[in-house]
C-alpha cells in the first residue's frame, strides 16, 4: 500500500508541477527538479533511491524508444556526421577531459575512477534539451541534431564507464577499448536490426490495435535485453529498432493501430520524463548528507563540483565550435540553401542539458572507490546545474542570436502542396478504377478531398477578422456534433439503446469530430514566406518565374461580375491577372489557368511571396 502511495503521489506532483511551468511558461523539467530538491528536505517525503538497474533497464529503453519511434529517419541521414560527431566524439573528448580534471583535483581517486565520472557525466540528456528547444521554437535542424546525438550519445558513456571500470582491475589497452565499443555497437545494431525484421514480419499479419500496442510496449525491453545478454549495446538495439519501425509504420501498421501507438508513447513518454526529473531532485538530501559523512571537506567538494560543472560546458562549446571549423566545414542546408550560422552552432554547444542517465550511471560506479560519495555529487551537480544554468539561459540566448524559429507560415505553404501533390495521386488512381456510379458516390469523394487542401491552402492566411470556410465548417459542425452527441448521451442514460450500440454511435462521432480540421492562430511574421527554390529539374516553369510586388487593395474583377465573392487572391505571373483562389466559390484562378494555360500564379495577399505552378502541382 505505500508503494502504491507513493507512485500516485508523484504522479499528482508531476501532473499539477507541468501545469503550473505550462502557465508560467517555464519548461516543466527545470521546475521538477527543483521542486524535487525541496521536496527531499521536507520531513516525511519517503527517500527514494535511484538504482542503476531501475533506471538502465526500467526507464531508459522506453524513453529511448518514444523517442525513436518519432524520429525521421530521413533527416538522422542527413545530419549523421554531426551527431555521430556530438555522440561519440564529444562523448569521449568529454571523458577524457572531465577524467584529467578530477584526477587533478582529487589525485586520491585514481584514473580508473575519474575517467568513470568523466563517462557519467558526458551525455546530454535529450528530453531536457527538446522541451525547451520546441517550447522557445529553435531551428528544426538544431532539435534532430541534439535528438540524434542523445540517441546514441548514451550507448557511448555506457561502454566508456563500463571499460573504466574494467581497468580498475586489470590492465587494458587502447586496442581493447575500441574493440569492446566495436562489438558493443555492432551487436546493438545487429540485435536492432534483426528484432525489426521479425516485429516487421509480424505487424504485417497483425490488424487488430491491441495486439499491435502489445507488441509495441515489449519491443524495447525485449531490444535491451537481448542486446546486454550477448554484451552488446542495449541503448543502441533499442534505438535502431525504434528508428527503423518508426520509419516503416506506415506500411507495417494499420492506421488505427499507428494512432494509437502515437497516443500510448506519447503518454509514457510524458510520465517517465517528468517523474524521472522529479526523482533527480528527490535525490538531492541524501547526496548532502553522504557526503557530510566523507573525509573530503565541503570546500574541496564544492571545487570539484564546480569545475566539473564548468569543464562540461565549456568543453562542449570548444568541440561543437572545432568540429565545425575543423571536420565539417557545413555546406548550404539541402532545404534552404542557407549555410547554418555560427548562432546555431553556439546553441547546438549550449544545449548540453544533462539528465537521469547521468546520475544512474554514477551509481554504477563501485562501491569501494575511493571518495565515491563525492563522485555521486559531482554527477548531480552537473545534472541540477545545466538543467537549471543552461535550461533557463538558452532561451535568453536564442533572443540574443536571432535564430529564426520554425515559421508556421512555411509549414503551411509545404503542407498544402503535400496535400495536392497526395491528391493527384490519388485522383489518378480513381481514374483507373471500374466503378457503376449512379449514385455520385465518386463527385462526394472529390468534394472531400478538395474540401480538406482548401482548408490547408487557407492556413496561409487570408483577411484578418473574416472566417474562412473551413473555419465556419468547423466551428458549425462541431456545435452540432456537440448537440449530437450530448442526445445520444441522454438516449444512453435512458436505457432504451443497447450499450453497445451506443458506444458504437459516440466512437463515430468522435472520429468524424477528430478530423475536423482546426485552423490554428495565425503567426505574425518578419520574414517573408517561401519554401526552397525549385529546380529545373522539378518545375521549369516555376524557376522561370520570380515573385512581383503586388497591391494590397486588388480584387477579382469575374467575382464582383459574377456577384461571388473571394477568400483570397492570387495574381497570375504571365500577364498580372488577379483571380480568387480554389477555397472561393467561382475558383477563378484555376479558371483562368485552364482558359489561358499561364502556369505559375503568385499569392496576393499581404505578406506571403510564393508562387504555384499549376502544371506540376509545386509552390515555392
Given amino acids: ?212 500496442t502489445a507488441i509495441s510496449l515489449v519491443t524495447p525491453f525485449t531490444a535491451y535485453v537481448l542486446a546486454e545478454e550477448i554484451q552488446a549495446s542495449g541503448v543502441i538495439a533499442v534505438v535502431v529498432a525504434g528508428l527503423l519501425l518508426g520509419h516503416r509504420s506506415p506500411v507495417l501498421q ?71 571549423y575543423v571536420l565539417l566545414r557545413p555546406s548550404d542546408d539541402g532545404a534552404t540553401r542557407v549555410k547554418p550560422s555560427w548562432q546555431n552552432t553556439l546553441l547546438v554547444g549550449w544545449a548540453g542539458m544533462r539528465g537521469v542517465v547521468t546520475l544512474a550511471a554514477a551509481f554504477v560506479i563501485p562501491s569501494d572507490v575511493e571518495h565515491r560519495e563525492v563522485l555521486l555529487m559531482v554527477a548531480f551537480t552537473v545534472v541540477a546545474g545545466t538543467l537549471l544554468l543552461q535550461g533557463l539561459t538558452l532561451p535568453w540566448l536564442a533572443r540574443r542570436l536571432r535564430v529564426r524559429a520554425p515559421d508556421p507560415m512555411d509549414d503551411a505553404l509545404a503542407r498544402a502542396t503535400l496535400l495536392q501533390q497526395a491528391s493527384k495521386a490519388g485522383f489518378a488512381a480513381l481514374e483507373e478504377q471500374e466503378y457503376d ?64 450500440v451506443v458506444a458504437e454511435v459516440l466512437a463515430m462521432l468522435d472520429v468524424e469530430e477528430s478530423l475536423i480540421d482546426r485552423v490554428l492562430p495565425q503567426h505574425e511574421q518578419d520574414e517573408p514566406v517561401g519554401l526552397r527554390a525549385a529546380t529545373r529539374d522539378e518545375c521549369e516553369h516555376l524557376t522561370a518565374t520570380s515573385v512581383v510586388e503586388t497591391s494590397d487593395a486588388g480584387v477579382c474583377v469575374d467575382c464582383l461580375e459574377a456577384g461571388t465573392s473571394w477568400v483570397a487572391l492570387r495574381q497570375c505571373l504571365a500577364c498580372g491577372h488577379l483571380a480568387c483562389c480554389d477555397s472561393s466559390p467561382a475558383q477563378h484562378a484555376s479558371a483562368h489557368f485552364r482558359d489561358t494555360g499561364h502556369p505559375v500564379m503568385q499569392s496576393a495577399e499581404p505578406g506571403e511571396h510564393w508562387r504555384w505552378c499549376f502544371v506540376h502541382h509545386l509552390a515555392t
Fill in 1 to 212: 500500500m505505500e508503494i502504491a502511495l507513493l507512485l500516485i503521489a508523484l504522479a499528482l506532483t508531476v501532473l499539477v508541477v507541468t501545469a503550473v511551468a505550462d502557465r508560467i511558461e517555464v519548461p516543466a523539467p527545470l521546475v521538477l527538479v527543483v521542486v524535487g530538491v525541496a521536496g527531499s528536505y521536507v520531513p516525511g517525503v519517503p527517500e527514494i533511491t535511484l538504482s542503476p538497474e531501475v533506471v538502465l533497464v526500467g526507464l531508459l529503453p522506453p524513453l529511448l524508444y518514444a523517442a525513436a519511434i518519432q524520429t525521421s529517419l530521413v533527416d538522422f541521414n542527413a545530419n549523421r556526421r554531426s551527431i555521430l560527431l556530438l555522440s561519440v566524439g564529444l562523448v569521449v573528448f568529454t571523458t577524457v577531459g572531465v577524467g584529467v580534471l578530477v584526477h587533478a583535483l582529487l589525485p586520491d581517486i585514481g584514473w580508473p575512477a575519474a575517467l568513470a565520472i568523466g563517462a557519467v557525466v558526458a551525455p546530454p540528456d535529450a528530453v531536457a534539451a527538446t522541451a525547451v528547444g520546441r517550447r522557445i521554437g529553435l531551428p528544426r535542424r538544431i532539435v534532430t541534431i541534439l535528438e540524434g546525438e542523445s540517441l546514441f550519445n548514451d550507448a557511448t558513456a555506457l561502454v566508456s564507464l563500463r571499460t573504466a571500470i574494467a581497468a580498475g582491475g586489470a590492465g587494458i589497452t587502447a586496442v581493447g577499448v575500441g574493440l569492446d565499443f566495436a562489438l558493443a555497437a555492432g551487436g546493438g545494431v545487429a540485435v536492432g536490426a534483426l528484432l525489426y525484421l521479425v516485429i516487421g514480419w509480424v505487424r504485417r499479419r497483425v490488424e487488430d490495435p491491441l495486439t499491435d
Fill in 254 to 324: 494499420t492506421a488505427s493501430s499507428r494512432i494509437a501507438e502515437r497516443m500510448n508513447w506519447r503518454t509514457i513518454a510524458f510520465v517517465l520524463e517528468n517523474v524521472v526529473f522529479l526523482l533527480i531532485g528527490l535525490q538531492a538530501a541524501r547526496l548532502v548528507e553522504d557526503v557530510g559523512r566523507g573525509g573530503v571537506g565541503w570546500g574541496r567538494v564544492l571545487l570539484v563540483c564546480g569545475a566539473t560543472l564548468v569543464a562540461v560546458i565549456v568543453l562542449r562549446v570548444v568541440w561543437v565550435f572545432g568540429a565545425r
Fill in 437 to 500: 456510379d449512379p449514385h455520385g458516390v465518386v463527385e462526394l469523394i472529390r468534394q472531400r478531398v478538395d474540401q480538406r487542401n482548401f482548408a490547408a491552402w487557407e492556413r496561409l492566411g487570408t483577411t484578418p477578422g473574416l472566417e474562412t470556410p473551413s473555419e465556419l465548417y468547423a466551428r458549425v459542425r462541431l456545435a452540432m456534433i456537440d448537440a449530437e452527441r450530448e442526445r445520444v448521451l441522454e438516449i444512453r442514460s435512458s436505457g432504451r439503446v443497447d450499450s453497445v
